[in-house]
């Protein structure tokens, strides 16, 4: 098994002993930082496909995203060695009236590591609060929204509309959590939709 193969591997199963040994050892062996990274992702992904099936639980893909910031820690010098221009600035937070946070955290972890500059607003965050956020970051490239409940829809459907009338722009809005759908994404004007962490990192970088 290659080394790239078993760093993925290693972050799939959540081994958070073990990766930053193998991070080091591929870097030694002349990877690069930015194939590692890759490869992560790509772990993360089949991580969030598994949760999205059902195959495997909150818990597992919380280790898998532990295991992936432990491989990301020892790769960091080396991304920005190789001149890894950040992507830009995303807020994230979830929408008021929600505190959940793991799958908001999970995202941003995953966010952050693909190159944004992550600003964490937290959970039950008002809609003014992400309003006055972008605008104290005129350079935001994206906004991230997440609720967890179907009773925090609705301020989701506030929060896009709040900052849709604020008159802002230059930026994209992706919404996600698990009563929301790509039908209620477009009916409240959201710019994109992404049903795990997975693919919200996937789908940041098409968007900006």
Do not use: W
Not at 23 to 34: S, T, Y
Not at 78 to 84: D, I, K, Y
Not at 94 to 105: E, M
Request: glycine residues 10%.
């Amino acid at each position: 098994m290659s080394k790239i193969q078993e760093i993925k591997t290693a972050v799939e199963t959540g081994k958070t002993k073990l990766i930053a040994g193998l991070v080091q050892e591929a870097l030694d062996a002349g990877e690069q930082a930015n194939d590692i990274l890759a490869a992560m992702i790509d772990a993360m992904g089949v991580v969030g496909d598994k949760f999205s099936k059902g195959e495997i639980f909150v818990p597992e893909m919380l280790i898998a995203g532990k295991a992936m910031q432990k491989g990301i820690d020892v790769l960091k010098p080396h991304l920005a060695g190789e001149a890894s221009v950040s992507l830009g600035k995303c807020i994230i937070g979830t929408v008021a009236g929600d505190l959940h946070d793991i799958g908001k955290n999970l995202v941003a972890l995953m966010i952050e590591s693909t190159g944004f500059e992550v600003i964490d607003l937290g959970v039950d965050v008002p809609a003014n609060k992400f309003v006055e956020t972008i605008k104290a970051n005129p350079d935001v490239k994206v906004v991230a929204l997440s609720a967890l409940l179907t009773t925090t829809m609705p301020a989701m459907k506030d929060t896009v509309a709040a900052i849709r009338e604020s008159g802002l722009t230059g930026f994209k809005i992706i919404v996600g959590g698990a009563p929301i759908t790509q039908e209620f994404a477009d009916s409240i004007g959201a710019d994109a939709y992404a049903p795990d962490a997975g693919s919200a990192a996937v789908k940041v970088k098409t968007l900006v």
